[in-house]
């Protein structure tokens, strides 16, 4: 057990919908990361938050945001939903963000898309 | 071309063999590297963490990184059936304010051991 959570582990829905994903960090990291893995594109970086900032970005599409609350859990939500978006999501967090501290993985949250 | 290249596999190996695995690199700002494990669709998990050249051995896992080269490797000795799973390299360079702590992964390689 990483001590990440993620909620929900599978979410099945419509195209065209919204979802919100929910992650708790490891207690004590204020870095928090969102990445999603499909069959074809593996593990795909989309964004970080820190301390509830933005802190990079990556391949995150525009109907896609994220959000760090003062309590440090994040949120991704999702929306405009495509079949394409199917995939696993997944939460890593990693202490203060000195260089060389290193990132844990929830179990991640399978969204199918139908 | 992507940053991190990884050979998918699948690696299929005898139970006890040394299964062998790598990856090559294109960004020389890349200073740590580590390898994950992820069994089908379950989360990564840490195996081995290295800053910059050098080898680090832990248990069965050896990993190896050859800056000059571009080139890391992990090898796990005494391989056995629950070895059998997804091992994924990564990599970062120094964190810099602006650039976060983000991980560029490899594809992943698949490896069977069998009994």
């Known amino acids: 057990d990483s001590g990440v959570t993620q909620t929900p582990k599978h979410l099945i829905t419509a195209t065209g919908q919204r979802v919100t994903l929910r992650c708790s960090p490891r207690?004590?990291?204020?870095?928090v990361y969102w990445y999603q893995q499909s069959l074809d594109q593996g593990l795909q970086f989309l964004i970080q938050?820190?301390?509830?900032?933005?802190?990079a970005k990556g391949n995150i599409l525009e109907r896609f945001s994220a959000q760090q609350f003062p309590d440090l859990h994040s949120e991704l939500n999702l929306s405009s939903l495509e079949l394409g978006d199917s995939a696993l999501y997944f939460c890593?967090?990693?202490?203060?963000?000195?260089?060389?501290?290193?990132?844990?993985f929830g179990e991640g949250s399978w969204l199918t898309v139908v | 071309q992507k940053e991190v290249e990884q050979d998918p596999g699948p690696l299929s190996v005898p139970e006890g063999a040394i299964v062998s695995l790598n990856c090559t690199y294109s960004n020389s700002a890349f200073q740590y590297f580590m390898w994950y494990r992820q069994y089908s669709r379950k989360g990564p998990e840490l195996l081995m963490y290295t800053y910059s050249s050098g080898n680090k051995e832990d248990g069965r896992f050896t990993a190896q990184v050859d800056k000059s080269s571009k080139y890391i490797s992990l090898f796990i000795r005494d391989s056995q059936p629950s070895d059998s799973a997804t091992y994924l390299c990564?990599?970062?360079?120094?964190?810099?304010?602006?650039?976060?702590?983000?991980?560029?992964f490899g594809g992943g390689t698949r490896v069977l051991v069998k009994p």
């Open positions: 938050y820190y301390n509830g900032e933005e802190r």
């Open positions: 207690s004590g990291d204020l870095s």
């Open positions: 890593a967090s990693s202490a203060q963000g000195r260089a060389g501290n290193t990132i844990y």
């Open positions: 990564a990599m970062r360079g120094i964190e810099l304010k602006a650039a976060g702590n983000k991980l560029t």
